[in-house]
């Protein structure tokens, strides 16, 4: 987990959000354990209570459940359900900021498609 | 009220000067404060008159609903270390930890668990200490006992950058395991930022923010671009202070951002910055 302090997001939101990270790269998969708040508490150095706030938000979008005394799960589904908000988070966090950059630097739209063509194939 | 610190209206009167002026705030139970202020605030007059080292010249403090004056069951419950060590100076350490054991319930193993992984030799004197490792004999004794509040005064004075580190997460275990009330007074400011839930804030004696950790940060923003595009937008804005390099300035703004045009970048402040401005003169 990775957490940026400089950043306007405020921390209990960038906990779930890199669990949710965690959960789509497979670090922790389905019905499988993720790190206890004092874990994450201790080793970040962040107030349990923060902690706490950002794993509440996965326990209601029913990303992760509780079992009572064990600690927190991810819920089987909450891979396709992360990858589908994701999806449709995407053209708000990465196209609205590209077409941004690239009015800013004059590239025009030929050019920018050129770029997207010659991106994907090299990440074939 | 139960479960609480509370400081009722309290002023502290030295021979020229008012400590505290009228001064009141609550610490609830169980969360971690950070006491912010600048040097001569009155953090230190507040974590004494809390416990009953000094006796305000007006007002009150009650722990648990109990007033602290005088008594020793409200005392029982707190446990306070300061700058100055009240021990003799001839004492080991270990027999510090065993003094502490006679007042507070005491974790003897764990005080010598966090001695060693401090690197804290129990067999020296106490005045054979070098500051940082007086801190630490100190910390370790508010770590290890059982009291109810905690008050910390520069906790980290005089330790290195691996022993900060080391203290802090020490607290933070020993806090989800014992949850209880810890209230911190620095000025590393952004090294506790993230550890604290609240933030109390004293300039000259009196109350200037009592607000979450959370709360604060979202307070101000920082604006720059332009030198005239930034200073249209903030015509109507509460500006905290401004730097210019250029045609670049940067601003400091209070309150959340409003319809910020594309061509101004906005940055968020951290905890440290936000504190430099509210307390400047």
Redesign the interface.
Known sequence: MKFD????V???LQIAEQIESGILADIFAEEAQIPS??EV??????????VLKGMNILVDEGLVYKKRGIGMFVASGAKEKILSKRQQAFFDTYIVTLL?EAKKLGINKEQLFKMIDGGMSDAK | MQNSIEVNNVTMSFKRVNALKDFSVTFEGGKIYGLLGRNGAGKTTLLNVINNRLIPTAGAVQVDGMPICENDKALAKIYYIGEKQLMPEEMKVKNYFDATACFYGFDMPYANRLAASFGLNTSKKLKSLSTGYSTIAKLITALACDAEYLLLDEPVLGLDANHRELFYRELLENYAKKPRTIILSTHLIEEISRLIEQVVIIKNGTLLLFASAEEMLSMGYSVSGKADEVDAYCADKRVLSSDSIGALKTVCVLGKPQNVSDSLEVTALDMQKLFIHLTNN
């Open positions: 302090f400089d950043s306007d405020p921390i209990f708040t004092t508490s201790v080793t970040y150095k962040i107030n349990p209570a923060t941004g």
